[in-house]
């Protein structure tokens, strides 16, 4: 399994690299899906829904406002770092993250391309300005005091599922500069990837000899393109990942094993052959 994953890389110079939730876990944030694919507890909330309902945002607000400490606390595991020495000693080339938990810069890696946004920023949707989501985080629980200690589980990133009680009395934090509406800065399901990403991420695609996909069972189409157009132009796919992907027929290789194990593995055996 190792040496067929090495030669890929051997064989293949221009790599792109997507990754999914599954390469994360391993730093305590869970995944979406399980290994059949399905999707696992109650749906995200939607965009549209979340800019024409308050109820919706506050919902949102108030389970992020407990489950964005462990996206805060959460370091790069061993396949992120991985990842980055693999780019640094150029084994692999680009990356292309749908992850939003910004793990793959803390790690080493340069030039990451976030399909989906980051969960670290919050934007202004009516004067559009910018906010650290740890600033976000403060004021918060300035609003509402107390709440952090809420009975909740953790869920996908910075989510958490709260009891409804906790909802009843619960503040939303508003534009400290217009008094818009706040929403962190990630491609919520329901909408669509930033055209400017789209663009950037498709040249990334093109440009690459091959991909291998890390963690992602690629249910979502905004990953799952990149393997269709991969295919299409006869560029072989490999992927790790934990159970059953959406593109398992198309894939050159497949390795079900745990990426936090095989990639540092992988990097020591292509540095011991070179």
């Not at 650290?132 to 005091?145: C, F, H, I, M, W």
């Not at 952090?148 to 869920?155: P, Q, R």
């Not at 963690?215 to 393109?225: C, D, H, P, T, Y």
Request: proline share 5%; charged share 20%; hydrophobic share 45%.
């Amino acid at each position: 399994m190792l040496d067929q994953l090495a030669s890929f890389l051997q064989h293949h110079r221009q790599v792109m690299v997507l990754t999914g939730a599954g390469i994360s876990t391993a730093s305590g944030i869970p995944d979406y899906r399980g290994r059949d694919g399905v999707r696992r507890g109650s749906a995200p909330v939607q965009g549209p829904e979340f800019r024409k309902s308050e109820a919706v945002r506050k919902r949102y607000w108030a389970r992020s406002m407990i489950g964005y400490p462990v996206m805060a606390r959460a370091e790069p595991n061993a396949a992120h770092r991985a990842i980055a020495q693999l780019q640094a000693d150029a084994m692999l080339g680009v990356l292309v993250t749908q992850n939003v938990d910004g793990l793959h810069q803390r790690a080493g890696s340069t030039d990451v391309l976030e399909l989906h946004g980051t969960i670290h920023q919050v934007v202004c949707l009516d004067c559009h300005a910018g906010f650290a989501r740890s600033y976000v985080q403060g004021l918060l629980e300035d609003l509402n005091p107390g709440v952090t200690g809420t009975l909740a589980t953790a869920a996908p990133d910075g989510d958490a599922h709260v009891q409804p009680e906790a909802l009843e009395h619960f503040h939303v934090p508003h534009c400290v500069h217009c008094g818009g509406t706040l929403k962190p800065d990630v491609v919520f399901f329901g909408d669509g990837v930033a055209p400017d990403v789209t663009r950037a991420a498709l040249a990334r695609i093109e440009a690459a000899d091959a991909l291998l996909v890390v963690g992602s069972s690629l249910m979502v189409f905004s990953g799952f393109r990149f393997c269709r157009m991969a295919a299409a132009s006869g560029k072989p796919i490999a992927a790790i990942n934990l159970g059953i992907t959406r593109a398992d027929d198309l894939l050159t290789l497949k390795l079900d094993a745990s990426a936090e194990q095989l990639l540092p593995a992988l990097h020591g055996q292509l540095r011991g052959l070179d």
